[in-house]
């Protein structure tokens, strides 16, 4: 795409009520628009890097087995009765609406209750199960304070899949599977090293949920890390008992501050007893059917990727979310865009197209230093400057956005970098 | 996909309150759940023919120029309240609720607004225009009834387009080139040919906007069409002024009830003069920015698709948005999933699969009357049988869903019909 052509510019400034960092970042550099605390657009080049991370997430999540769909924000009411999960007091971050006719409508904040629901539709015997279906959807969640960028969102997406087993071993086998798609995605997403599956509350139906936990000084958590064996665990079950559960002693464990990417839990039959999912076993007796819960936010981890790998200069996308992987600077020369420089960089970029590319090319007429300082900001993986001094030596000069490192290197030699 | 994976099954009945035949087709096909009057969730198949249709959409959109991003459902009271269209007596349809701090807000109907106030942001030079931007979004519709399945939702899936140009010359091009990619939309989504741009009564800017109108007896529209000329127009707007301004006869004229697929219109200067979206002019004078809308619903084109092409045996899709190319069907013999029917099938299966193409393989173990009438309901395009009979005859039954056509063929002919 023509840098020309897109209708984001970068700004020097983020809003003066933005104190996180990846919405300052994102924000400044075109990705995100700021519609009230807690709510962001995405503008076309925030869009695309939702995109990578929602086709990384999907492909691993059907590699699972997880079949997709679509659930709705509106929420009716008499399903979160049933699980006496529509009282505010009892859920404190609804938002709810009326239809014309006075009924009370509430926006979803999570999607138990309907999939249950649509579930004990379809589920009616033992060879129906297992069951995983997952969905991209927008969630709405009251919160009181939004001052996280787009890591916690009043209006936000959520990849959640729910699992459903007809009994505790084959809920583990399906859950044990996730977990691995998890550790994979985060590995995908450029976070995989400083991303812990952690130990823990569990609610009312296993003794330890599972969060997969970020190390960053925005998080809002803190997690104890065993550097040894790897294992780490929420401070809210840092105990004496819960230490000797997991095999580990406190004077071993690192504290970290940390961004919880995603999270399972088991959630037995608590919903499915309320809502009626029930299938008959192979003695043709009636059971309710054993669930899980597998949460993982687009937007969120769109966001700890920028707080936990951007520089003092900008944003560092990983090649595999980046909108783009190449980033094409032209320094014109004095005869402008039909000038030699200037057909040399209209030829490369077509050529790169060609090949199958995602380029952008900053065809702007503007001084290199706000082309460069651009760059830097919006974190392309890969900036290819063709100037009048580098065509002069035959080279293109490459720069790494990550490691910093500046090559000269032949057109040639390019498509080996490009292949990496 | 194996259909023995598949978590949702046919039914013979739709809910007693579905009245609509789309959303009593779909539902029964197991491609939706209705979760509440107007308010739809897309399961499996659902999803795949809704992303097959935006697909197509997406494809036209960008090809003229358009830029993807994606707005907010949330929307700040204080922008609606400059464009006067807040104040529920004003726009009737308002889904409104509460922030924590008792902040009112509101749920997108439509987008106008929103884009606006980015597009002052980043808008400052005729350099800058023309600029088309488009999105897939959630929109919220407070509908007093809604009883028309997926064709008008309270909560429904919407592509919306504006155009942002200097002048009238520029916005006519612009109108003109999306006007042509609609037209070429509705014949890739296989109602081109009943489907009529309509002139239709045009607001304060133009004297008219445009509509898409597919001829239908469950529309909510009545239009007249001159089929020689092959113009058209919306009831609301036959008057004989309008009839003498077009050259059209009354006389001509042939009544048709329709849905509006979708539709255009100009909106002038009615958002950018109270949101201060200007640009200066090559004489560097301050002008207020011309915008058009373009709006075609995703959900409402795969109901009007329903309503249009399905017959007494259920739905059938065009090829370029079922769900799945083809349906294999597979009768087994005695020896069930292991006997020479069965594995000959898994190897077409797995054939067609490696090929690319797209296959639902029913595998299930039920009666062959109970397998096609699924597949007649399902409609896939093709469906082909692999059974005892036609195996000994060293053929494939194929089975046009459209037509009805069967006819035997060789595998090796299977590929000329496919390339189709």
């Given at each position: 795409m023509r840098q020309s052509q897109l209708f984001t510019k970068t700004r020097k400034e983020a809003p003066k009520d933005e104190v996180s960092k990846n919405a300052?970042?994102?924000i400044r550099a075109g990705y995100i628009h700021k519609e009230m605390a807690g709510v962001y657009s995405f503008l076309p080049l925030g869009l695309r890097v939702m995109e990578k991370i929602t086709g990384i997430i999907r492909e691993e999540m059907n590699v699972v087995g997880g079949q997709e769909l679509s659930l709705t924000a509106l929420q009716d009411k008499s399903l979160w009765e049933k699980t006496d999960r529509w009282d505010d007091a009892k859920v404190d971050n609804w938002f709810k609406t009326k239809l014309k006719n006075g009924t009370e409508v509430g926006l979803g904040m999570t999607h138990e209750e309907p999939l249950t629901a649509i579930m004990a539709e379809y589920v009616s015997s033992y060879r129906d199960l297992p069951i995983a279906a997952y969905?991209?959807?927008?969630?709405?969640?009251?919160?009181?304070?939004?001052?996280?960028?787009?890591?916690?969102?009043?209006?936000?997406?959520?990849?959640?899949?729910?699992?459903?087993?007809?009994d505790e071993k084959e809920h583990a086998?399906?859950?044990?599977?996730?977990?691995?798609?998890?550790?994979?995605?985060?590995?995908?997403?450029?976070i995989g090293d400083t991303t812990h599956a952690t130990f823990a509350a569990g609610g009312i139906f296993s003794k330890y949920s599972e969060e997969f936990q970020t190390e960053s000084e925005a998080g809002e958590d803190l997690i104890y890390v065993d550097p040894k064996s790897g294992k780490a665990l929420n401070k809210e079950v840092l105990t004496d008992e819960v230490l000797a559960d997991l095999g580990l002693s406190r004077a071993d464990l690192v504290e970290k501050k940390s961004i919880?990417?995603?999270?399972?839990?088991?959630?037995?039959?608590?919903?499915?007893?309320?809502?009626?999912?029930?299938?008959?076993?192979?003695?043709?007796?009636?059971?309710?059917?054993?669930?899980?819960?597998?949460?993982?936010?687009?937007?969120?981890?769109?966001?700890?990727?920028?707080?936990?790998?951007?520089?003092?200069?900008?944003?560092?996308?990983?090649?595999s979310v980046a909108?783009?992987?190449?980033?094409l600077v032209v320094l014109h020369d004095k005869e402008g865009k039909d000038g030699t420089v200037g057909k040399a960089a209209e030829e490369l970029y077509s050529d790169l197209t060609k090949q199958g590319y995602e380029v952008l090319f900053d065809d702007?007429?503007?001084?290199?230093g706000e082309k460069f300082a651009d760059s830097d900001l919006i974190g392309i993986p890969l900036?290819?400057?063709?100037?009048?001094?580098?065509?002069?030596?035959?080279?293109?000069?490459?720069?790494?956005?990550?490691?910093?490192?500046?090559e000269k290197i032949t057109e040639a030699e390019l498509s080996a970098v490009l292949a990496k």
């Amino acid at each position: 795409m023509r840098q020309s052509q897109l209708f984001t510019k970068t700004r020097k400034e983020a809003p003066k009520d933005e104190v996180s960092k990846n919405a300052q970042l994102l924000i400044r550099a075109g990705y995100i628009h700021k519609e009230m605390a807690g709510v962001y657009s995405f503008l076309p080049l925030g869009l695309r890097v939702m995109e990578k991370i929602t086709g990384i997430i999907r492909e691993e999540m059907n590699v699972v087995g997880g079949q997709e769909l679509s659930l709705t924000a509106l929420q009716d009411k008499s399903l979160w009765e049933k699980t006496d999960r529509w009282d505010d007091a009892k859920v404190d971050n609804w938002f709810k609406t009326k239809l014309k006719n006075g009924t009370e409508v509430g926006l979803g904040m999570t999607h138990e209750e309907p999939l249950t629901a649509i579930m004990a539709e379809y589920v009616s015997s033992y060879r129906d199960l297992p069951i995983a279906a997952y969905q991209f959807q927008t969630k709405f969640r009251n919160e009181t304070r939004a001052k996280s960028g787009i890591m916690r969102g009043r209006e936000f997406l959520m990849k959640d899949m729910y699992t459903f087993s007809k009994d505790e071993k084959e809920h583990a086998a399906y859950y044990a599977k996730i977990h691995d798609a998890y550790i994979k995605i985060f590995k995908r997403l450029g976070i995989g090293d400083t991303t812990h599956a952690t130990f823990a509350a569990g609610g009312i139906f296993s003794k330890y949920s599972e969060e997969f936990q970020t190390e960053s000084e925005a998080g809002e958590d803190l997690i104890y890390v065993d550097p040894k064996s790897g294992k780490a665990l929420n401070k809210e079950v840092l105990t004496d008992e819960v230490l000797a559960d997991l095999g580990l002693s406190r004077a071993d464990l690192v504290e970290k501050k940390s961004i919880e990417v995603g999270n399972i839990f088991n959630l037995g039959t608590k919903f499915s007893e309320p809502l009626g999912l029930t299938y008959l076993n192979e003695k043709g007796e009636k059971q309710p059917v054993i669930m899980g819960c597998y949460g993982l936010g687009p937007s969120r981890a769109m966001g700890t990727i920028v707080e936990v790998l951007s520089d003092e200069n900008g944003i560092v996308w990983p090649k595999s979310v980046a909108p783009f992987a190449i980033h094409l600077v032209v320094l014109h020369d004095k005869e402008g865009k039909d000038g030699t420089v200037g057909k040399a960089a209209e030829e490369l970029y077509s050529d790169l197209t060609k090949q199958g590319y995602e380029v952008l090319f900053d065809d702007r007429e503007l001084r290199p230093g706000e082309k460069f300082a651009d760059s830097d900001l919006i974190g392309i993986p890969l900036r290819i400057v063709v100037s009048e001094k580098n065509l002069a030596e035959g080279k293109l000069e490459l720069k790494h956005r990550a490691s910093g490192k500046v090559e000269k290197i032949t057109e040639a030699e390019l498509s080996a970098v490009l292949a990496k």
